[in-house]
């Protein structure tokens, strides 16, 4: 088995904090640079797992780093380079306290949300008569809170504008941004054979102008449906076929485990593990239509401090 990337511990020049997140670990870099680290851990259920996916990080990697490059035209984002397979570096923003997620089809939460009778969903409505997995007659937007901690939460337009978490005017284009963003990787996606069911988008602002930040379209914040077949097991009353992080969470509930008090994570095996891992790859290379190359994993903490020691060194 490959090794994994779980932990960075690095001390980079002008560094000036490390934030952790569950698969991300980010360098500031006089307040000027971000090194975004995107590591192997993967997390369900709001728990980081206890094994890395060898791989994982460069595949979340390189899917966004391809997908920030194909929705530039629409907004502007905050990727400047991408000197090692696991790292994007980018312009320092101050994120908005809000995520925003848009639907395109009643899955996921939105569906469990459906299944115990609630028929608004971040002060949206979802039409009577749907069933999982349905196409909604036009995506819908259910941003949440960002979390410092804890789970994210459901929110409304409303309240988003209410709280002042975002201004009016703002919050506005980044509504106008995610459709627009949603659009364009729903077609990609078609052209590759698959559904982009639904994804997250982040924004932040550098000298007062708005960015497309964090990752894009990938598995961990997006789900997929293979298009092949899917009209067919709607009408049988079957499962999709999915490309996202879902299978994780349905092998989790299967033993067990939903991050309730209490419940012990499973055993991740090394067959698990490894399945993981080939399904990430997967999907790269479904979504991307690019042949997954490996990168060199014997050293990667060496491979990855001095890549970017180096993209530092040529933009003092």
Not at 133 to 156: C, M, Y
Not at 202 to 216: P, S
Request: with cysteine; proline share 4%.
């Amino acid at each position: 088995m490959s090794k994994a990337l779980t932990k960075t511990e690095f001390n980079f020049p002008g560094q000036k904090s490390l934030y952790k997140g569950k698969v991300r670990d980010v360098y500031n870099i006089n307040d000027d640079f971000l090194v975004m680290v995107v590591s192997d851990r993967i997390s369900a259920f709001d728990v980081v797992l206890p094994k890395g996916i060898p791989f994982k990080g460069q595949v979340l990697n390189q899917i966004a780093e391809k997908f920030l490059d194909a929705t530039s035209d629409i907004v502007p984002n905050w990727k400047i380079a991408v000197p090692d397979p696991n790292v994007t570096v980018g312009h320092m923003c101050e994120g908005y306290k809000v995520e925003m997620v848009i639907r395109g089809y009643l899955t996921g939460h939105a569906w469990r949300e459906y299944r115990d009778g609630k028929r608004t969903l971040c002060g949206v409505a979802m039409p009577e008569g749907m069933i999982e997995n349905q196409k909604f007659p036009e995506p819908i937007l259910t941003p949440t809170t960002k979390a410092d901690v804890g789970h994210d939460e459901d929110i409304s337009r409303e309240d988003i504008i209410a709280q002042g978490l975002v201004d009016k005017t703002e919050y506005e284009m980044l509504e106008d941004y995610t459709r627009k963003l949603f659009q364009r990787g729903t077609e990609i996606a078609a052209e590759m054979g698959l559904i982009l069911v639904d994804t997250k988008y982040e924004f932040g602002k550098k000298d007062g102008k708005i960015y497309l930040i964090d990752e894009i379209h990938t598995p961990d914040s997006s789900r997929y449906f293979y298009a092949d077949g899917y009209q067919e097991r709607q009408e049988a009353g079957e499962k999709q076929k999915q490309l996202s992080k879902e299978f994780v969470r349905q092998w989790l509930i299967q033993n067990g485990f939903q991050g309730k008090e209490g419940q012990i994570i499973p055993e991740m095996n090394e067959e698990f593990v490894g399945s993981v891992s080939d399904r990430y790859i997967e999907l790269f290379e479904n979504i991307t239509g690019d042949t997954f190359e490996k990168s060199d994993a014997s050293k990667i903490q060496s491979r990855i401090e001095n890549a970017v020691n180096e993209f530092l060194k040529n933009h003092k």
